[in-house]
Nanobody, 126 residues
Framework: VQLQASGGGLVQAGGSLRLSCAAS????????IAWSRQAPGKEREGVAC????????YYPDSIKGRFTVSRDNARNTVYLEMNNLRPDDTAVYYC????????????????????WGQGTLVTVSS
């Protein structure tokens, strides 16, 4: 099982980025796939999740309405579309996977998922 996160970069406040999480060794269709982030000096937090039965679960209130998680089963890839980015969105973003058909209701639970990608850095300048 491997996860490869990509798409991070430097963007100005108000801009957009789309992160990709390409999976191999398993089918994302049947797994819960989550995005988490860790800002400098802060603890990692769950951001969003998608699963067979959940099109999108979003954890921090600060990203609701701005971030959208989606999946392309044919490409075996999960995306995180991030719009209206703010400087406090600056973090390393990770994707992770769990052999579950539902996402957790709690962002802290996705931090315990079994499989993790390497992370991609998102920097939002003011």
């Amino acid at each position: 099982v491997q996860l490869q996160a990509s798409g991070g970069g430097l963007v100005q406040a108000g801009g957009s980025l789309r992160l990709s999480c390409a999976a191999s060794g398993f089918k994302v269709r049947y797994y819960a796939i989550a995005w988490s982030r860790q800002a400098p000096g802060k603890e990692r937090e769950g951001v969003a999740c998608t699963s067979f039965y959940d099109s999108g679960i979003y954890y921090p209130d600060s990203i609701k309405g701005r971030f959208t998680v989606s999946r392309d089963n044919a490409r075996n890839t999960v995306y995180l579309e991030m719009n209206n980015l703010r400087p406090d969105d600056t973090a390393v973003y990770y994707c992770s996977a769990e052999g579950a058909q539902y996402c957790s209701m709690y962002g802290s639970t996705v931090l315990k998922y079994d499989y993790w990608g390497q992370g991609t850095l998102v920097t939002v300048s003011s």
